[in-house]
């Protein structure tokens, strides 16, 4: 270690290098009066980057020679206070990840290039000289500088680019004129506040098509409402909540009383959800709630909208700030509360690209460190939230139905060997979807799979469209008239011949349009509407079909996963779900629970007034445990057997697990790789490694993608290992040869 005289500022670059940056305090500073937390331009190489002051020492490894010096420091405050901060190394060291990198996500595009922390503005000002001109009668023969020099020099403190173009348009010219003179100065200061403005799709009227919210009217409590109301609230520091209750049982109001609090108490709230579009009904109640700016952070934001947001958020002007995933980051002045919404969701985790943390663990943690409650919302929550809860970790908080509601919904399998389907639909759900429409109920078809068909198929020869690119067949969609890769996105015109021996085609299987097109036949007169990623391209689009649906206009709905989140619709009476076998033989360790959730979210959609919904659940296993439990015991009871199968075989909650995944384009270096890390991590005491094995869809978009996976009982031997092993494996000279990343607690271990 060298001392260095005033010491060493480390500092985060945007780089995946995992270690900080020296750099000597720029001339003119001292290291002592860098705050962590705020940005600062260096040299690096030729080049120069915005980097993060994460810490300041007294010595560096580097040589004196070596060591270089900062330019200039960006802000006077910093960005990220002390709390945040160190959630963000919690979170580069956690799932060991580059804290640069770590930190260039959490941060909008235009503050990692080093724009001003708060938005500013031109500003003209006159001068003294200026003043004594124009109070001398000057400039004589110019009017637009003399109208000009005459406003700026009534207005002490100058005027902003803004008033300037309102006052006199074309005021540009005259200014340079005036400064030319040394009559005027122009400057920057801060701009005005602007409050985010709500984005256009998102929240900007009811679903029911009236146009305008009506003035929120705040519902009575529940007793049970009530009583976790102040559980949150009557919380002295941190304490986790896992608020459970199916759809409709108020979870968002004991929300809203939550925020209500922490605002009342002069502090700042966090509320995630798992995807803006799809929550629109509870942005919007927020919206009508509370009178006052909320600063919305979601990955349809343009980079503007996204700043602006931001900023609101950490001047301590939008004191909510809701958000996906990534705003679990965002600054939220004076922290006093943090609710994830639908806690169970899998788009918690980033899964691709980037640091593969989890939003929902990373939230605990953040109000663990500012010490303040965090609620864990969900119908359904996931294993390890029920785990915390058995552990007196977690306390549960739990709404039944409310009285006025209808009762829980009857459950049903259709046993598709006694009832084969035609056209993908069993007898009884016919008969049942008739029945409903007939008494003037709204019937729910659900299937996990948009397109028309999953695979095209010649019958004459065997041939199927393959995906050049994927070990996967091409989807039919047949109203585009193209086969679509689901996994790459690549596509081409749909064929009439088969390629290979020109005899007709035929699509196989069934797909949100193939449903969709089969009802409208069996059922002509009666409106459909469906709900997937098809017919949803713009954030509208959900809204127009909730529309249609809650306004009673729609009798059928067809949809995928997004018609299991965040919307109630009381008028369904049915619930058909359609394709329930996929997830049971799965060989994902989370298949079960994961199929279990969308069940018991998808059946939650339905049942009104005091009438029981009825859900079908078309099955070619009838008698399979999983099924079976679920009807039986509901989600709790299935809950406790599948945590009890996986404290037998330690996984997750009870063991803990990373994944290394690779890949290539060719498939040897990716194995090569692997092989060579699984050499790297030697005899490692308490973890075992698995693999490599190819992927479960080994070839994507032309690369070749295989994994290793390590298992420990404990979490730190784990954490130890994994230290230790990606140094290694940075070092190691396969891994030039691939793409790599280590992603801790994986959702899906294939
Ligand atoms: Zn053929
Ligand atoms: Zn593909």
Known sequence: MNATRGGVLRVALDRPLRAAYDYLAPPGRDVASIPPGVRIRVPVGRARAVGVVVGRASASELPAARLRAAEAVLDEAPLFDAASLALLE?????????????????????????APLEARTECLHATAEGVAAQAAGEPRRAAQQRALLERLASATGGLDAAALAAAQPNWRGAARALVARGWARLDTRVAPPTATPAPAALGAGPPDGSGAWAPETIPALTPEQSAAVTAITGAAGYAACVLQGATGSGKTEVYLRAVAHALASGRGALVLVPEIGLTP??????????????????????DTERLAAWRDAHAGRAAIVIGTRSAVFAPVRNL?????DEEHDASYKQQEGGCR?????????????????????????????????????????????RADQAAAPQLALIDLRAHPPRDGLAAPVLRAIERHLA?????????????YAPTLLCTACGWIAPCQACDARLTVHQGAGRLRCHYCGAEEPLPARCPRCGYTVKP??????????????????????????????????????????????????????????????????LVAVLNADQGLFSTDFRAAERLAQTIVQV??????????????????????????????????????AGLAERAAAHWPPFGRLAVLRASATASGAVFDFLQAARRAAGASEGVRLLGPVAAALARRAGRHHAQLLVESHERAPLQRFLKGWVAALDALPAARRVRWALDVDPLETQ
């Open 439 to 451: 008494t003037g109920g709204q019937a729910l078809v659900y299937i996990n799979r948009r397109g």
């Open 90 to 114: 919690w979170t580069a060291g956690y799932y060991h990840h580059p804290l640069g990198e770590v930190i260039a996500a959490a941060l909008p595009k235009a503050l990692r290039g080093g």
């Open 603 to 640: 059946a939650g959609r339905a049942g009104r007034d005091a009438r029981a919904g009825e859900v079908l659940i078309q099955t070619e296993y009838p008698e399979h445990p999983l099924l079976a439990s679920l009807l039986r015991e509901g989600y709790e009871g299935f809950a406790a």
């Open 281 to 302: 009904q509870l942005l919007a109640r927020f919206r009508a709630r509370f009178a006052q700016p909320i600063a919305v952070l979601h990955s349809g934001l343009t």
């Open 336 to 340: 006093g509360l943090i609710v994830v």
């Open 508 to 573: 196989v299987g069934q797909g949100t349009e193939r449903i969709e097109q089969a009802l409208a036949e069996l059922f002509p007169g009666e409106r459909l509407v469906r709900l997937d990623r098809d017919t949803a391209r713009r954030p509208g689009d959900i809204e127009q079909v909730m529309r249609a649906v809650l306004s009673g206009e729609a009798r059928i709905l067809v949809g995928t996963q997004m018609v299991t989140k965040g919307h109630h619709f009381p008028g369904v009476t």
């Open 357 to 401: 943390y989890s939003a929902r663990d990373l939230a605990v943690l953040r109000a663990r460190h500012a010490d303040v409650p965090v609620v864990l919302g969900s119908a359904t929550p996931c294993f390890e939230t029920l785990h915390n809860v058995d552990g007196g970790r977690y306390r549960r908080l739990l709404l039944p139905r």
